[in-house]
């Protein structure tokens, strides 16, 4: 035992120490930040480009209502969009479409818009411009037109169009997670969105720290480093030292990041300040219940401790990294498999398909951890799938420290399946 807490020491402190861990642990949360508070800051930063826009408007009508409706100005007060409007008729409109686009082209505008007289019945409208990938401006365009467009068909009609708008406001539909305990909380999709995010996250550790047990394993049998190891220690102690030690530096990387993200949380709307937005919009941070964060990290554990026996396994069976990457397939199968079938248990936490998957072994890591963080299953059944984890991750070190005895000293060529199948009698 105290050999085995000797390698798991080893590989915790070698580990920690790298390079590739400090920078994996600090690049991780700058990531994070960019990719929350990016879009944020941009959505705050005001173009200074003004967009000259010609307009040719068959109607006559729509084009002063436009200039209203896209009033909007840059940061230093003048109109964003600076439109001029060329009158032509409809005989002639095929060749001024032609030299307005080709003022496009040399950059004396930046877009052409052309309305249709049949617009109030066709619903088209055709913008040129040598960008149109700018999908807020085109939604803007779109929304400004159609705005005019319907008013004008409510007036046409002897209809008042703040009536018509009035009569037809659209019903808010605010959605409310009712807890165990009977309190309610205000859900407008964080909680699909903190899944999808804890998951994604459980999913990458698993992989990530499994590789990480097989590629040390087939490191040191590679080097026949492991020939010199295994004179001193049990074939069974190198691997849950091994499995142990790298673990241990997985989970220390989740919780300084857990620490980042409570510290991003409790300070996003100050930062957002700072560039002059509203500290509270679009911020809603969904509540972490406690309990949540505790089954994450035992299925994390769990979860970890069973897919590491198998990577080991491979790394004990291989003799380089490629062979390794070959067979490491059927492995990540075991993970993806139940990524694939998240989006049914998310919308179904308490079918029976549901419960019977999420207490499969393999599959319980993310999947039974889904239903927790969507409809919290009664404790019974976590801890039945608990205990089915356990006795799978007894059976797998068992099986696994055969293969592993074996393997780790056998060199030359990769040993077929009939063949690992007869190391398990040994």
Same mark, same amino acid.
């Given at each position: 035992?105290?050999?085995?807490?000797?390698?798991?020491?080893?590989?915790?402190?070698?580990?920690?120490?790298?390079?590739?861990?400090?920078?994996?642990?600090?690049?991780?949360?700058?990531?994070?930040?960019?990719?929350?508070?990016?879009?944020?800051?941009?959505?705050?930063?005001?173009?200074?480009?003004?967009?000259?826009?010609?307009?040719?408007?068959?109607?006559?009508?729509?084009?002063?209502?436009?200039?209203?409706?896209?009033?909007?100005?840059?940061?230093?007060?003048?109109?964003?969009?600076?439109?001029?409007?060329?009158?032509?008729?409809?005989?002639?409109?095929?060749?001024?479409?032609?030299?307005?686009?080709?003022?496009?082209?040399?950059?004396?505008?930046?877009?052409?818009?052309?309305?249709?007289?049949?617009?109030?019945?066709?619903?088209?409208?055709?913008?040129?411009?040598?960008?149109?990938?700018?999908?807020?401006?085109?939604?803007?365009?779109?929304?400004?037109?159609?705005?005019?467009?319907?008013?004008?068909?409510?007036?046409?009609?002897?209809?008042?169009?703040?009536?018509?708008?009035?009569?037809?406001?659209?019903?808010?539909?605010?959605?409310?997670?009712?807890?165990?305990?009977?309190?309610?909380?205000?859900?407008?999709?964080?909680?699909? &969105? +903190?899944?999808?995010?804890? =998951?994604?996250?459980?999913?990458?550790? #698993?992989? !990530?720290?499994? /590789?990480?047990?097989?590629? *040390?394993?087939?490191?040191?049998?590679?080097?026949?480093?492991?020939?010199?190891?295994?004179?001193?220690?049990?074939?069974?102690?190198?691997?849950?030292?091994? &499995? +142990?030690?790298?673990?241990? =530096?997985?989970?220390?990387?989740?919780? #300084?990041? !857990?620490?980042? /993200?409570?510290?991003?949380? *409790?300070?996003?709307?100050?930062?957002?300040?700072?560039?002059?937005?509203?500290?509270?919009?679009?911020?809603?941070?969904?509540?972490?219940?406690?309990?949540?964060?505790?089954?994450?990290?035992?299925?994390?554990?769990?979860?970890?401790? #069973?897919? !590491?026996?198998?990577?080991?396994?491979?790394? *004990?069976?291989?003799?380089?990294?490629?062979?390794?990457?070959?067979?490491?397939?059927?492995?990540?199968?075991?993970?993806?498999?139940?990524?694939?079938?998240?989006?049914?248990?998310?919308?179904?936490?308490?079918?029976?398909?549901?419960?019977?998957?999420?207490?499969?072994?393999?599959?319980?890591?993310?999947?039974?951890?889904?239903?927790?963080?969507?409809?919290?299953?009664?404790?019974?059944?976590?801890?039945?799938?608990?205990?089915?984890?356990?006795?799978?991750?007894?059976?797998?070190?068992?099986?696994?420290?055969?293969?592993?005895?074996?393997?780790?000293?056998?060199?030359?060529?990769?040993?077929?399946?009939?063949?690992?199948?007869?190391?398990?009698?040994?």
């Amino acid at each position: 035992m105290s050999k085995m807490l000797t390698v798991m020491k080893r590989e915790y402190l070698t580990r920690i120490k790298s390079k590739g861990f400090i920078i994996a642990t600090v690049a991780m949360p700058l990531f994070i930040l960019i990719m929350v508070f990016a879009p944020v800051v941009l959505s705050l930063i005001q173009s200074d480009d003004q967009q000259k826009i010609a307009v040719i408007d068959m109607t006559n009508v729509i084009y002063p209502e436009l200039e209203t409706n896209l009033g909007d100005t840059t940061a230093s007060g003048e109109r964003l969009y600076e439109l001029l409007q060329v009158e032509v008729s409809a005989g002639e409109l095929k060749a001024e479409e032609e030299r307005l686009r080709a003022e496009i082209q040399n950059g004396e505008l930046n877009g052409l818009m052309v309305i249709p007289e049949n617009v109030f019945q066709e619903n088209n409208v055709e913008y040129y411009a040598k960008n149109v990938s700018n999908f807020n401006q085109n939604r803007e365009f779109r929304n400004a037109i159609s705005s005019i467009v319907q008013e004008a068909r409510v007036r046409e009609r002897g209809l008042s169009p703040e009536l018509v708008s009035e009569l037809t406001r659209r019903v808010n539909l605010e959605t409310f997670r009712v807890g165990k305990d009977g309190g309610e909380q205000k859900d407008a999709g964080q909680t699909f &969105i +903190l899944t999808f995010v804890l =998951v994604m996250f459980l999913y990458i550790s #698993l992989i !990530a720290y499994g /590789a990480t047990v097989m590629q *040390a394993v087939t490191e040191e049998k590679s080097s026949r480093v492991v020939e010199l190891v295994v004179s001193s220690i049990k074939p069974f102690h190198l691997m849950a030292g091994k &499995i +142990l030690g790298i673990g241990s =530096v997985g989970l220390t990387q989740f919780l #300084l990041w !857990a620490a980042t /993200a409570a510290g991003i949380s *409790a300070y996003a709307g100050a930062i957002v300040g700072m560039f002059g937005g509203d500290q509270s919009a679009g911020l809603a941070m969904p509540q972490i219940d406690a309990s949540i964060l505790v089954y994450f990290v035992v299925y994390f554990i769990l979860g970890y401790i #069973l897919f !590491a026996t198998l990577y080991a396994a491979v790394g *004990a069976i291989v003799n380089s990294q490629e062979e390794a990457q070959q067979l490491q397939f059927p492995v990540i199968m075991l993970l993806i498999i139940p990524l694939i079938l998240m989006q049914f248990v998310i919308r179904n936490p308490n079918a029976t398909s549901s419960v019977a998957l999420s207490h499969f072994p393999f599959f319980s890591p993310i999947l039974m951890f889904t239903r927790i963080v969507v409809e919290t299953p009664s404790f019974g059944e976590i801890l039945l799938s608990f205990a089915i984890m356990i006795v799978a991750i007894a059976a797998m070190i068992y099986l696994v420290g055969k293969i592993f005895r074996v393997g780790i000293l056998m060199y030359g060529k990769r040993p077929t399946l009939p063949e690992v199948l007869k190391w398990l009698r040994y």
